[in-house]
């Protein structure tokens, strides 16, 4: 008997036309059709998912490095002859350019923080003040970004600087003045009085950040240092790196230059269990939504088994005429890896256009459901976003078709081995 090349035009004839065969016919249309969608639709959901969290990571990662330090640097210095500890940063000046010459640091600024109150006539706010020099504040992407902020950044010495929630929350605009209360004011014989300032808004910002945007507030460095009782000094410097996954390898050089005393504090440590709870979840998700892609292509090896079933007489007479196991083992293999190929074609395509489209998605779901699907004050961030990646995208095409070519190799050997004699014996 002569053998026939694998994959011959036959082979592919006979599958095509056993996979579109009517139930009349003794085909499996149906099971056909429940598998190509239980594929496609497992494909989409991991693909849509794997884009969403990447894009969740991406888009919180993106703003805690384009708005805060990547590495905050104190300075711990205990007063002679008593147990205080003060944490201020006297010659900040000099630190700050050394720092800033340490390779692999891109900016070294000296910053004064405190927590006061926002007041707009019956409107009160919490907020965080930075007082910030005017060229490091530029350098901040997040920050001075002009598409997503609105009035005069180069005004800044002028006023102040606002989150675009914080200004929502007083109900204010460019323009409008707020009343900026300290409770640690200013210090009398009848004890310490409340500070109160009133300061022209110059620029409102966004940095895509809920709480950054409804609690941050930027002021000149001269006049937070007055304003918070800091004259000649600052409490900290907010140091940026070139590299912020390689953060590591520049925290020795830091500690070096700022000396004895000398604290640290890296984007890592405050966002770092945030990221690992993200890793962890991104495992399981894709483990999960793995046994769905499994449990689809399973739906192939049923509507394969009945197919064989069905084809029984069919197997009989072409093995009659010649036809090897190999040929039958590859037609029915044709027939399911035909199906999950398909499928997994269609869950890529369905699951990158969700990615590429999310945001118009998105907005319709919201408007169907009335408004308030997502809670920026809940979830950090303002929009759902989603991040299309080659690598997750292979990954979900490898994982389906890898799993429904497997399935596809067991009923078709089932028929490749059925006994010819046996399956025409009572036809």
């Not at 008593?82 to 800033?100: C, F, G, H």
């Not at 530029?138 to 002009?146: C, V």
């Not at 699907?373 to 979900?396: C, T």
């Amino acid at each position: 008997m002569a053998s026939t090349a694998p994959f011959a035009k036959f082979e592919w004839m006979i599958a095509w036309r056993y996979i579109r065969a009517k139930r009349a016919e003794g085909g499996v249309s149906i099971m056909t059709w429940i598998s190509l969608i239980g594929v496609t639709l497992a494909v989409f959901a991991l693909i849509a998912t794997l884009a969403v969290r990447s894009g969740f990571r991406a888009e919180f990662v993106d703003t805690i490095l384009g708005s805060n330090a990547h590495v905050t640097v104190y300075q711990q210095t205990a007063i002679a002859g008593t147990n205080q500890v003060i944490r201020t940063i006297l010659e900040y000046e000099a630190l700050a350019d050394n720092l800033a010459e340490i390779d692999g640091v891109i900016r070294a600024a000296p910053l004064v923080r405190g927590q006061v109150i926002a007041n707009r006539t019956n409107r009160n706010a919490g907020i965080e003040v930075y007082g910030i020099a005017l060229e490091d504040l530029k350098t901040i992407p997040r920050i001075a970004n002009p598409i997503t902020s609105l009035g005069s950044i180069d005004r800044f010495n002028d006023g102040i600087a606002i989150g675009s929630g914080v200004a929502r929350e007083l109900g204010t605009i460019v323009g409008d003045r707020i009343k900026v209360i300290s409770p640690n004011g200013v210090r009398t014989a009848m004890g310490t009085s409340p500070r109160t300032n009133a300061y022209e808004i110059v620029y409102i910002f966004t940095a895509g950040r809920y709480d950054i945007d409804r609690t941050r507030v930027y002021m000149p460095l001269s006049e937070a240092q007055s304003f918070f009782n800091r004259d000649g000094l600052v409490d900290e410097i907010e140091v940026m790196v070139a590299d912020p996954d390689a953060i590591d390898d520049v925290l020795p050089d830091i500690l070096t230059v700022g000396g004895a005393g000398t604290l640290i504090w890296t984007w890592r440590d405050s966002a770092g269990s945030f990221l690992r709870a993200l890793s962890v979840e991104d495992n399981v998700m894709f483990v999960i939504l793995s046994i769905l892609v499994l449990i689809a292509s399973m739906n192939i090896i049923s509507g394969l088994i009945m197919l064989v079933k069905n084809k029984g007489r069919d197997i009989g007479i072409l093995r009659t005429m010649g036809l090897t196991e190999g040929s039958i083992l590859r037609i029915f293999f044709i027939c399911g890896a035909g199906i999950g190929t398909f499928g997994t074609i269609l869950g890529v395509i369905f699951g990158c256009l969700f990615a590429i489209y999310i945001d118009t998605i998105f907005s319709f779901v919201n408007y169907v459901a009335g408004g308030g699907v997502w809670d920026p004050s809940i979830r950090g961030i303002y929009e759902l976003p989603a991040q299309l990646r080659l690598r997750d995208v292979i990954s979900s095409v490898t994982l389906s078709l890898g799993l429904s070519w497997i399935v596809t190799i067991f009923p078709a050997r089932r028929a490749a081995r059925m006994n010819p004699v046996e399956a025409l014996r009572y036809e």
